[in-house]
Protein backbone atom coordinates (compact mmCIF):
# COMPACT_ATOMS: atom_id res chain seq x y z
CA UNK A 1 0.00 0.00 0.00
CA UNK A 2 1.32 3.24 -0.96
CA UNK A 3 1.61 6.26 1.00
CA UNK A 4 -0.49 9.22 0.62
CA UNK A 5 -0.07 13.14 1.36
CA UNK A 6 -1.87 12.49 4.39
CA UNK A 7 0.15 9.84 5.20
CA UNK A 8 3.51 11.09 4.93
CA UNK A 9 4.66 13.10 7.97
CA UNK A 10 3.70 10.21 10.03
CA UNK A 11 6.41 8.21 8.68
CA UNK A 12 8.72 11.23 7.71
CA UNK A 13 11.15 13.01 10.31
CA UNK A 14 10.58 16.41 10.61
CA UNK A 15 14.39 17.21 11.36
CA UNK A 16 17.40 17.06 9.57
CA UNK A 17 20.96 16.73 11.35
CA UNK A 18 24.08 17.13 9.41
CA UNK A 19 26.20 15.07 12.17
CA UNK A 20 25.08 12.17 9.80
CA UNK A 21 21.88 11.44 7.78
CA UNK A 22 20.58 8.68 9.76
CA UNK A 23 19.66 10.43 13.35
CA UNK A 24 16.04 9.17 14.48
CA UNK A 25 16.22 10.88 17.76
CA UNK A 26 17.52 14.30 19.09
CA UNK A 27 16.91 15.00 22.85
CA UNK A 28 16.45 18.44 24.39
CA UNK A 29 18.86 21.07 24.55
CA UNK A 30 18.97 22.45 27.82
CA UNK A 31 20.36 25.63 29.27
CA UNK A 32 21.31 26.73 32.72
CA UNK A 33 22.09 30.33 33.34
CA UNK A 34 23.82 30.92 37.17
CA UNK A 35 23.32 33.73 39.12
CA UNK A 36 26.60 35.93 39.96
CA UNK A 37 26.55 37.92 42.87
CA UNK A 38 27.06 41.63 42.30
CA UNK A 39 27.17 45.25 44.05
CA UNK A 40 25.52 48.31 42.75
CA UNK A 41 28.87 49.65 43.95
CA UNK A 42 27.70 52.42 46.62
CA UNK A 43 26.59 50.43 48.92
CA UNK A 44 28.35 47.30 49.58
CA UNK A 45 25.77 45.21 51.94
CA UNK A 46 23.13 45.51 49.47
CA UNK A 47 23.95 42.50 47.23
CA UNK A 48 22.18 41.84 44.25
CA UNK A 49 22.85 39.41 41.18
CA UNK A 50 22.89 39.25 37.35
CA UNK A 51 22.69 36.28 35.27
CA UNK A 52 26.29 34.54 34.56
CA UNK A 53 27.25 32.83 31.45
CA UNK A 54 24.84 30.25 29.93
CA UNK A 55 26.03 26.68 30.21
CA UNK A 56 24.45 24.14 28.01
CA UNK A 57 24.03 20.68 29.17
CA UNK A 58 24.81 17.19 27.09
CA UNK A 59 22.62 16.17 23.79
CA UNK A 60 21.78 12.99 22.82
CA UNK A 61 21.74 11.41 18.84
CA UNK A 62 20.24 8.49 18.59
CA UNK A 63 20.22 7.03 15.04
CA UNK A 64 20.25 3.62 13.33
CA UNK A 65 22.93 1.22 11.96
CA UNK A 66 24.36 1.42 9.02
CA UNK A 67 27.77 -0.14 8.36
CA UNK A 68 28.69 2.97 5.75
CA UNK A 69 27.62 5.80 7.75
CA UNK A 70 28.11 5.22 10.94
CA UNK A 71 32.06 4.66 10.39
CA UNK A 72 31.91 8.57 10.11
CA UNK A 73 30.74 8.69 14.15
CA UNK A 74 32.79 5.74 15.46
CA UNK A 75 35.99 7.78 13.49
CA UNK A 76 34.90 11.18 15.47
CA UNK A 77 34.24 9.25 18.72
CA UNK A 78 37.83 7.40 18.10
CA UNK A 79 39.78 11.13 17.64
CA UNK A 80 38.33 12.13 20.80
CA UNK A 81 39.27 9.10 22.85
CA UNK A 82 42.74 9.75 21.39
CA UNK A 83 42.99 13.03 22.38
CA UNK A 84 43.11 14.96 19.25
CA UNK A 85 41.45 18.23 18.92
CA UNK A 86 37.93 17.13 17.17
CA UNK A 87 35.30 19.91 17.52
CA UNK A 88 32.83 19.72 14.79
CA UNK A 89 29.91 21.93 14.32
CA UNK A 90 26.39 20.57 14.45
CA UNK A 91 23.50 21.95 12.54
CA UNK A 92 19.70 21.02 13.45
CA UNK A 93 16.74 21.95 11.50
CA UNK A 94 13.75 21.64 12.04
CA UNK A 95 11.06 21.32 9.10
CA UNK A 96 7.29 21.37 8.78
CA UNK A 97 4.90 18.80 7.41
CA UNK A 98 5.31 20.89 3.74
CA UNK A 99 9.47 20.16 4.72
CA UNK A 100 10.47 23.53 4.98
CA UNK A 101 12.43 25.06 7.14
CA UNK A 102 11.21 26.60 10.55
CA UNK A 103 13.87 26.30 12.83
CA UNK A 104 17.99 25.72 12.39
CA UNK A 105 19.74 25.51 15.71
CA UNK A 106 23.38 25.42 15.30
CA UNK A 107 25.36 23.87 18.26
CA UNK A 108 28.71 24.77 18.12
CA UNK A 109 31.97 23.19 18.61
CA UNK A 110 30.77 19.75 20.18
CA UNK A 111 32.67 17.09 21.46
CA UNK A 112 31.92 13.57 22.01
CA UNK A 113 31.59 12.40 25.24
CA UNK A 114 29.73 8.97 25.30
CA UNK A 115 29.14 6.57 21.99
CA UNK A 116 27.09 3.43 22.59
CA UNK A 117 25.97 0.82 19.74
CA UNK A 118 25.03 -2.25 21.63
CA UNK A 119 21.10 -1.33 21.53
CA UNK A 120 18.88 -3.82 19.73
CA UNK A 121 15.57 -3.27 19.13
CA UNK A 122 12.39 -5.23 17.18
CA UNK A 123 9.31 -3.57 16.51
CA UNK A 124 7.28 -5.45 14.14
CA UNK A 125 9.53 -8.39 13.95
CA UNK A 126 12.26 -6.98 12.33
CA UNK A 127 15.15 -6.80 14.41
CA UNK A 128 17.41 -3.20 14.01
CA UNK A 129 20.58 -1.88 15.39
CA UNK A 130 20.65 1.75 17.02
CA UNK A 131 23.98 4.03 18.18
CA UNK A 132 23.52 6.19 20.75
CA UNK A 133 25.88 9.30 20.54
CA UNK A 134 26.18 11.39 23.58
CA UNK A 135 28.03 15.18 23.05
CA UNK A 136 28.70 18.02 25.37
CA UNK A 137 28.03 21.53 23.44
CA UNK A 138 30.07 24.61 23.82
CA UNK A 139 27.48 27.03 22.64
CA UNK A 140 23.98 26.90 20.88
CA UNK A 141 22.62 29.87 18.40
CA UNK A 142 19.38 29.72 16.81
CA UNK A 143 18.10 30.96 13.75
Known amino acids: MALTDADAHIFNSNFKVDLNED ?3 VSSINM ?9 GFEIAQRTFRPGR ?7 FTGAEHKDTV ?4 GWVKDAYDGKTCR ?4 IEVHNQKHEIIRTFNLMECLPVAYSSVDFDSQGGASTMHWVLEVRVQRVEMA
Do not use: E, L
Request: proline share 7%; aromatic share 4%.
Open 23 to 25: VVK
Open 32 to 40: TIPKVAATT
Open 54 to 60: PTFGNIT
Open 88 to 91: KNIT
Open 71 to 74: KIIR
